[in-house]
């Protein structure tokens, strides 16, 4: 033990008692007190924040949800339908659960939107930005996971169709997807061993997001102008300046999801999914969550089995290197004049693929999901690494403080709120 | 000094073990990985016999066998012609009609789109068909004819062949 550390000395004895013995007080203090952030973040920082606060409602309602769910094919239906109908505020836990899930993904693509304009991904956060991706996933599998709990229609022909994904694989396919299901098809010990991932999913996110936010707390946070902090007056502290404003986000979240949860709870839902699971009919119309219809829409661009399921996976696991793949050294999109317009076109493209990924795979919309596929990959692979060749970007401003010097004067500049200078925001323009 | 000698000991116990070590895990991990395959109970799951006495030329029937949906269809004269005029190595799975059925009428089919696993549509007279008049699978697009093969859209393979007998002229034993 060394005998020389320096123990933080508090005005409450008890905080010294612990501090003493587990230097936690001091730990949240640096990295969640005292830790400096730019003071030029605009309300896209705040989506971090707004993702931590709905992994733990997810959690909370999940955990609940549980205490009645039945997990067995013959009950999994009517257990649900029991929650909505007889567990005191059973409906609202299963509204939030299934909006959450919902404005989960509105939140964190808002977040990856949000790395991948500013930049965040690059040195030095690369391993940030995989971590984040690693989230993604997780995420992706634990919603997938969860869908098929309410044993519907949607649920059981969804669980198929993911499931048969991995039949693709060449000669260990079928019993990959076989082992996977505890059965030859979608049954009763897939409902259970579903159930049973769905559950410790999230906790597994849990600990991946401690990694995520102590990468980032490292080299520290990005800002819309993509330059490092260089003086205290760059930055302002977490707390309080950007804990409330982080607070002001949350509140406008709350009403958002509010609204949907009592107004509108089934706007997100499939009507087919209040249909018991049948095993011999298929819907007509098989949709996949909506936040997951892009990455389903690349799956039926392509006329082939095995060339679909690879091109799904790797639009995923393509977004692991991007860090790699941009050569600009400029991180924030709004100093690189040409680059930002074909990012804004990724976001687009992205979006148009989401709906056509809604829609049957037929006639123009399996145009238009063909060209968002090849824009999609094309951003990656050329666009991406040769526009940071060719392109000239603006000059960047030598410090945070001196953005708003040039922009609205030092008098304003000086006040460090961290609110983005109205000209930023004219620039940002998302 | 006997440097050598000692690092080559050490190389061996090293080596033995993350051996060992990696032995034990794999026999630690694999009872749970096995777990996970389908049970005893899961795999006894037997067969079906169906009374096929009822159905009329050009009707179907779906029927459950290992929680699968069969088909069983008792084709007309024109599908059996359509079915057999096709050359197999035109096909993107080159199968005869001939090794598909064990009596010209009757095809019997796991009602499964081989592409990701839907339910092709066609066993009621109202169904979408497909271009090929035999199923067409509403999930991704595939197409299959009157022998069940595949001829259009993303599945692999043509809708397999469930083992059968015919236990008499009307009866059938699937599985």
Same mark, same amino acid.
């Given at each position: 033990?060394?005998?020389?550390?320096?123990?933080?000395?508090?005005?409450?004895?008890?905080?010294?008692?612990?501090?003493?013995?587990?230097?936690?007080?001091?730990?949240?203090?640096?990295? *969640?007190?005292?830790?400096?952030? +730019?003071?030029?973040?605009?309300?896209?920082?705040?989506?971090?924040?707004?993702?931590?606060?709905?992994?733990?409602?997810?959690?909370?309602?999940?955990?609940?949800?549980?205490?009645?769910?039945?997990?067995?094919?013959?009950?999994?239906?009517?257990?649900?339908?029991?929650?909505?109908?007889?567990?005191?505020?059973?409906?609202?836990?299963?509204?939030?659960?299934?909006?959450?899930?919902?404005?989960?993904?509105?939140?964190?693509?808002?977040?990856?939107?949000?790395?991948?304009?500013?930049?965040?991904?690059?040195?030095?956060?690369?391993?940030?930005?995989? =971590?984040?991706?690693?989230?993604?996933?997780?995420?992706?599998?634990?919603?997938?996971?969860?869908?098929? =709990?309410?044993?519907?229609?949607?649920?059981?022909?969804?669980?198929?169709?993911?499931?048969?994904?991995?039949?693709?694989?060449?000669?260990?396919?079928?019993?990959?997807?076989?082992?996977?299901?505890?059965?030859?098809?979608?049954?009763?010990?897939?409902?259970?061993?579903?159930?049973?991932?769905?559950?410790?999913?999230?906790?597994?996110?849990?600990?991946?997001?401690?990694?995520?936010?102590?990468?980032?707390?490292?080299?520290?946070?990005?800002?819309?102008?993509?330059?490092?902090?260089?003086?205290?007056?760059?930055?302002?502290?977490?707390?309080?300046?950007?804990?409330?404003?982080?607070?002001?986000?949350?509140?406008?979240?709350?009403?958002?999801?509010?609204?949907?949860?009592?107004?509108?709870?089934?706007?997100?839902?499939?009507?087919?999914?209040?249909?018991?699971?049948?095993?011999?009919?298929? +819907?007509?119309?098989?949709?996949?969550?909506?936040?997951?219809?892009?990455?389903?829409?690349?799956?039926?661009?392509?006329?082939?089995?095995?060339?679909?399921?690879?091109?799904?996976?790797?639009?995923?696991?393509?977004?692991?290197?991007?860090?790699? =793949?941009?050569?600009?050294?400029?991180?924030?999109?709004?100093?690189?004049?040409?680059?930002?317009?074909?990012?804004?076109?990724?976001?687009?493209?992205?979006?148009?693929?989401?709906?056509?990924?809604?829609?049957?795979?037929?006639?123009?919309?399996?145009?238009?999901?063909?060209?968002?596929?090849?824009? *999609?990959?094309?951003?990656?692979?050329?666009?991406?690494?040769?526009?940071?060749?060719?392109?000239?970007?603006?000059?960047?401003?030598?410090?945070?403080?001196?953005?708003?010097?040039?922009?609205?004067?030092?008098?304003?500049?000086?006040?460090?709120?961290?609110?983005?200078?109205?000209?930023?925001?004219?620039?940002?323009?998302? | 000094?006997?440097?050598?000698?000692?690092?080559?000991?050490?190389?061996?116990?090293?080596?033995?073990?993350?051996?060992?070590?990696?032995?034990?895990?794999?026999?630690?991990?694999?009872?749970?990985?096995?777990?996970?395959?389908?049970?005893?109970?899961?795999?006894?799951?037997?067969?079906?016999?169906?009374?096929?006495?009822?159905?009329?030329?050009?009707?179907?029937?779906?029927?459950?066998?290992?929680?699968?949906?069969?088909?069983?269809?008792?084709?007309?004269?024109?599908?059996?012609?359509?079915?057999?005029?096709?050359?197999?190595?035109?096909?993107?799975?080159?199968?005869?009609?001939?090794?598909?059925?064990?009596?010209?009428?009757?095809?019997?089919?796991?009602?499964?789109?081989?592409?990701?696993?839907?339910?092709?549509?066609?066993?009621?007279?109202?169904?979408?068909?497909?271009?090929?008049?035999?199923?067409?699978?509403?999930?991704?697009?595939?197409? *299959?004819?009157?022998?069940?093969?595949?001829?259009?859209?993303?599945?692999?393979?043509?809708?397999?062949?469930?083992?059968?007998?015919?236990?008499?002229?009307?009866?059938?034993?699937?599985?």
């Amino acid at each position: 033990m060394d005998k020389n550390r320096k123990v933080h000395q508090f005005k409450n004895p008890v905080l010294n008692w612990i501090e003493f013995r587990l230097p936690i007080i001091s730990y949240f203090k640096k990295e *969640y007190g005292d830790y400096p952030m +730019p003071k030029n973040c605009n309300y896209f920082w705040s989506f971090g924040a707004l993702a931590t606060i709905t992994l733990v409602t997810m959690i909370v309602s999940g955990i609940f949800l549980a205490m009645n769910y039945t997990p067995h094919t013959d009950m999994a239906f009517d257990s649900v339908e029991r929650i909505m109908r007889d567990v005191n505020y059973g409906w609202l836990m299963r509204y939030i659960h299934s909006n959450g899930a919902a404005f989960f993904f509105i939140i964190v693509y808002i977040h990856i939107v949000r790395a991948m304009y500013f930049g965040s991904y690059k040195y030095p956060r690369e391993l940030n930005w995989i =971590l984040g991706v690693f989230i993604f996933l997780l995420m992706m599998a634990t919603s997938f996971l969860g869908y098929t =709990l309410p044993w519907g229609q949607m649920s059981y022909w969804g669980a198929t169709v993911i499931t048969n994904l991995f039949s693709a694989i060449p000669f260990i396919g079928e019993g990959l997807k076989t082992w996977l299901l505890g059965d030859y098809n979608v049954g009763n010990a897939t409902l259970n061993r579903f159930f049973a991932l769905h559950y410790v999913l999230p906790f597994v996110i849990f600990g991946v997001v401690g990694l995520h936010v102590a990468a980032v707390h490292v080299h520290g946070s990005n800002n819309p102008d993509g330059i490092d902090i260089k003086t205290n007056n760059d930055s302002v502290n977490f707390f309080p300046y950007m804990l409330i404003k982080d607070t002001v986000a949350m509140c406008a979240f709350g009403v958002a999801i509010s609204a949907v949860i009592f107004f509108g709870p089934n706007l997100m839902a499939e009507v087919d999914n209040y249909i018991p699971a049948d095993p011999l009919v298929t +819907p007509a119309h098989i949709v996949p969550n909506w936040y997951l219809a892009p990455f389903y829409a690349i799956l039926r661009a392509v006329p082939d089995k095995l060339g679909g399921v690879l091109l799904m996976f790797g639009a995923i696991v393509i977004l692991f290197v991007l860090p790699w =793949l941009d050569r600009s050294k400029v991180r924030s999109c709004n100093y690189r004049p040409i680059y930002k317009w074909f990012m804004m076109g990724f976001f687009v493209n992205f979006f148009a693929l989401g709906y056509v990924g809604m829609l049957p795979a037929e006639g123009l919309y399996l145009l238009i999901a063909r060209v968002g596929l090849l824009y *999609y990959f094309g951003f990656f692979f050329i666009i991406t690494p040769f526009v940071g060749w060719i392109e000239k970007p603006r000059k960047l401003p030598l410090s945070i403080s001196d953005v708003y010097a040039k922009n609205i004067g030092p008098n304003i500049g000086a006040g460090g709120t961290g609110m983005p200078s109205p000209a930023m925001q004219k620039d940002t323009n998302l | 000094m006997a440097k050598k000698p000692n690092n080559k000991r050490r190389d061996f116990l090293q080596l033995s073990t993350i051996t060992l070590g990696a032995v034990g895990t794999g026999a630690f991990i694999w009872p749970f990985i096995k777990s996970m395959s389908p049970a005893e109970d899961t795999l006894a799951a037997g067969s079906t016999e169906v009374d096929i006495s009822t159905i009329e030329e050009g009707q179907s029937i779906t029927i459950k066998w290992r929680g699968k949906p069969v088909f069983i269809k008792k084709r007309t004269k024109d599908e059996i012609d359509a079915a057999k005029m096709v050359q197999a190595s035109d096909l993107r799975d080159p199968q005869d009609d001939a090794d598909r059925v064990q009596k010209e009428e009757w095809l019997v089919l796991v009602g499964v789109c081989t592409h990701l696993g839907c339910v092709p549509l066609g066993q009621k007279v109202s169904d979408m068909k497909g271009e090929y008049d035999g199923w067409y699978c509403p999930c991704h697009g595939s197409h *299959y004819d009157t022998s069940g093969r595949i001829r259009k859209g993303p599945a692999p393979k043509n809708l397999d062949v469930p083992p059968y007998t015919f236990l008499n002229d009307n009866t059938i034993k699937i599985g």
